[in-house]
């Protein structure tokens, strides 16, 4: 795995076709990794380096291996057999669009004698250059005689002129003002190869449209961009959970029934009856003043800290309590994250001067102790910071080279503490039991809204009408909570990972804790000692199982029907 990690940063650097200047050191990430796309050439070669260590994996006698390297083995295997397929995708999904750029290759040509210094004939790469420059003339007057084009094309057309640009540039950086003749002839003509570039990139954008299945328009103003059922799917299979799309919705709306069936006993003891909207909207009302939200969320910290020591659950190293810190959350990043995130840095959201009133009332809503209490402990400890903690400190190779980062255990984890911390009565009054219930229904409703919208069933409106409806978010809150599940910073299956993740430890808490195979307090350690990784592979350590080296997802954490 060192080896390999090493080998692919020294060719993702070496095929770079950004402006990559560093000096590229010793190790895996000397000089930085080099720009994410990859070219034709740095694919093709990426796809050897995965061949030649799927050679060496065959040459390992996994039966003599402990189950401890059988797990990373099965990893670290999932790493190039994903590697694999996204290369081929890209193969394939590239040989769609290079047909509109027929000169991407004489382009690339230009840089190559860059990387080994050699001498080049000025005069005649400015030939070269303007005959290129021909070339992407007549392929933008062709393009706009197209019709309309799948913007995932489009999207991956911009990143290839982007690449070729970053190539040209490249080479141009490195012979002009020390290559005399270079210098004289080339300036000018590259130059106007780059903007000839850029307008050529324009056009094919402009014939960019997304023809992913999806409902009637209802006026989503929204963006986004469905993956469909077949990539959904790939994606589960790669975290290692054998339901479908469809099961996970109905897994979601069991859920849901469940929440629904508590929020109204919440309700009633409330005096509200069946009307919980009611009841939800008095403890939405219990917000604080201003400049007091930060001092309650560290009195809610200490309070879930000591019920978390009192009932003996979980190991707290003293530094990680000494060292997590708060700031305040700006009011940009609040439009797309109306909640507090957390890690060794606690981001409170909360209003600034600089909201208007609706926006100042719609944040003090929807962070009002109640609702923070279910979430306090998810941020820092035994959440997130806890995990980040314990991630720097055992078995770091699986994060630094496995790249096992999975958001089934990241968030999974800490959705499993709420899980457990209701089920031991950490909410105290009915208000507290409705603050919790919210975060709990605001999970299962990531799992029916993401998977819908990826499905093409829900637009980007039906997302957020459904949050403010069923989950009783702030209208401005739920528009946030879509647009950063959307807009591309995560990828479709996050949203579904927090209620999944959470109900996979649960359901293998419920294997090992309750029939006293382990205690609780050892279980929730060995959580975290383990590190990130789909929750399947952390049960096979924990359970001790035999498996083989093919081995495929196949544990039912859930019960549909029962």
């Excluded at 102790?369 to 402990?377: D, L």
């Excluded at 997302?463 to 809150?477: T, Y």
Aim: some cysteine; glycine content about 8%; proline content about 4%.
């Amino acid at each position: 795995m060192v080896q390999y990690n090493a080998d692919l940063g020294n060719i993702t650097r070496f095929y770079a076709t950004n402006a990559n200047t560093g000096f590229g050191g010793f190790g895996g990430r000397g000089g930085g990794q080099g720009n994410t796309y990859n070219s034709p050439e740095r694919r093709a070669r990426m796809q050897k380096l995965i061949a030649s260590y799927e050679k060496k994996m065959d040459a390992v006698n996994f039966d003599k291996i402990s189950v401890y390297a059988k797990v990373d083995y099965i990893l670290f295997k999932r790493i190039l057999d994903d590697s694999k397929d996204k290369l081929k995708t890209e193969d394939e999904n590239y040989a769609k669009i290079a047909g509109y750029m027929p000169f991407a290759e004489k382009v690339y040509e230009l840089e190559r004698p860059r990387r080994r210094g050699l001498n080049v004939n000025g005069e005649q790469v400015a030939k070269q250059m303007n005959e290129i420059i021909k070339q992407v003339v007549a392929a933008k007057d062709a393009l706009k005689k197209e019709g309309t084009i799948d913007i995932k094309l489009t999207n991956l057309g911009g990143e290839a002129i982007r690449s070729l640009q970053g190539s040209l540039k490249n080479a141009f950086e490195f012979y002009n003002g020390y290559d005399p003749m270079y210098t004289w002839w080339v300036p000018r003509t590259y130059s106007d190869l780059d903007s000839t570039l850029s307008s050529f990139a324009a056009v094919l954008r402009s014939k960019g449209k997304d023809l992913s299945p999806k409902p009637k328009d209802d006026g989503s103003t929204i963006p986004g961009i469905a993956v469909g059922r077949d990539e959904l799917v790939r994606q589960l299979a790669l975290e290692y959970i054998p339901y479908t799309p469809e099961e996970l919705i109905a897994i979601a709306e069991k859920e849901f029934a469940y929440c629904d069936a508590e929020l109204l006993k919440a309700s009633r003891e409330m005096g509200f009856g069946d009307k919980w909207k009611d009841a939800q909207e008095k403890v939405k009302n219990s917000f604080l003043p201003p400049g007091q939200q930060p001092q309650e969320m560290y009195e809610l910290y200490k309070q879930s800290v000591e019920f978390l020591r009192k009932n003996d659950m979980v190991t707290i190293p003293e530094l990680s309590e000494e060292t997590w810190r708060m700031v305040m959350m700006t009011p940009e990043r609040q439009l797309v994250n109306p909640f507090f995130t957390g890690g060794e840095t606690l981001s409170i959201s909360y209003p600034t001067n600089t909201m208007g009133y609706d926006e100042k009332m719609m944040s003090m809503r929807g962070n009002v102790p109640a609702f923070s209490r279910a979430t306090v402990h998810h941020e820092l400890i035994a959440g997130h910071w806890l995990q980040a903690y314990m991630a720097q400190r055992n078995k770091t190779y699986r994060r630094d080279l496995l790249n096992t980062n999975t958001p089934f255990w990241g968030e999974g984890s800490a959705l499993y503490y709420e899980l457990l911390l209701w089920d031991m009565k950490f909410p105290r009054t009915p208000e507290e039991r409705i603050g919790m219930l919210f975060w709990r229904m605001h999970r299962c409703a990531r799992i029916m809204f993401s998977l819908n919208f990826h499905l093409g069933k829900w637009t980007t409106q039906q997302s957020v009408d459904f949050l403010v409806d069923r989950v009783g978010f702030e209208r401005a809150n739920a528009e946030g909570e879509v647009r950063r599940s959307f807009n591309g910073s995560y990828p479709p299956l996050y949203q579904l990972a927090y209620m999944t993740g959470g109900m996979q430890l649960y359901a293998l808490k419920k294997e090992l804790v309750d029939s006293k195979k382990m205690t609780l307090k050892q279980y929730n350690d060995a959580i975290y000692s383990e590190g990130s990784m789909p929750i399947e592979l952390l049960r096979v350590i924990l359970t001790d199982q035999k498996i083989t080296k093919d081995f495929k997802t196949n544990w039912r954490f859930y019960d549909i029907k029962k």
